[in-house]
């Protein structure tokens, strides 16, 4: 990874970790770090907040199994969508 990607990646990861949180119980650090990559494509790719949500509300459905209110995936979402990523 480059340098300049770790700040966004760590920024993801903890948006994940705090505020997205599917399982909601005390999870190693890493614990949603496979969805931290296709986040960060997602941001690179200038998607959409609801786009952003739809991933996460997949992965918490179906990956996780733990399906969570989508305004808890529109939430994170914005607040993921405003973080600034580096030009490639």
């Not at 496979?34 to 786009?51: E, I």
């Not at 459905?61 to 914005?78: L, N, T, Y």
Request: aromatic letters at 6%.
């Amino acid at each position: 990874m480059k340098p300049e990607w770790k700040p966004v990646w760590n920024e993801v990861s903890r948006v994940l970790r705090t505020d997205w949180d599917p399982i909601g119980v005390p999870t190693p650090v890493d614990e949603y770090d496979c969805c931290v990559g296709p986040v960060v494509s997602l941001l690179l790719q200038k998607a959409s907040t609801g786009v952003i949500a739809d991933y996460l509300d997949e992965q918490a459905a179906k990956h996780f199994g733990c399906p969570m209110p989508r305004e808890v995936h529109e939430q994170v979402a914005a607040k993921l969508g405003v973080l600034r990523v580096p030009d490639v």
